[in-house]
C-alpha cells in the first residue's frame, strides 16, 4: 500500500515538473518527486515483522528475520543531497529574480 502513495507522489511531481512555468514551482514539484522515491526506496526494503540489524554478543539466530539496512541508508544519504540541490536551485531562482523580476519563464525575456 505504500508504494501505491510512493508511486503517485513521483506522478505529482513527475506531472508539475513538465506543467510549471514558475521556477519556485518547479523547485517543489522536484522536491515532491524525491520525496516520492525516498518513500518508494524505504517501503521496498521493508519487511513485515522484521527487527533493525544489530548483533550483540548475546545473538542467537532463533528465526529472526531482519530488515535490510540499505536502502534506509541510500534514503539517508538521497535526503542531505536533495537538500543541497533544493538549496542550490532556491539561490539560483534569488539570482534569476534578481536579473529579470519574475520567477515565470515565460516572462524572461533577452536582455
Do not use: H, W
Not at 506522478?11 to 525516498?38: A, C, D, F, P, W
Not at 518513500?39 to 519487511?47: E, R
Not at 537538500?83 to 519574475?102: C, D, E, M, S, W
Amino acid at each position: 500500500m505504500l508504494q501505491y502513495a510512493a508511486i503517485a507522489m513521483l506522478m505529482l511531481g513527475l506531472y508539475g515538473l513538465l506543467t510549471q512555468r514558475n521556477i519556485i514551482k518547479i523547485i517543489v514539484s522536484i522536491n515532491i518527486l524525491e520525496i516520492g522515491l525516498n518513500l518508494f526506496i524505504v517501503s521496498v526494503g521493508y519487511v513485515e515483522g522484521g527487527i533493525a540489524p544489530i548483533l550483540t554478543s548475546d545473538f542467537n539466530n532463533n528465526g529472526l528475520v531482519f530488515v535490510d539496512p540499505l536502502p534506509s541508508a541510500l534514503v539517508l544519504t538521497a535526503i542531505v543531497i536533495g537538500v543541497g540541490t533544493t538549496a542550490l536551485g532556491l539561490a539560483l531562482a534569488k539570482n534569476i529574480y534578481q536579473k529579470y523580476g519574475t520567477f515565470e519563464i515565460d516572462e524572461m525575456g533577452e536582455e
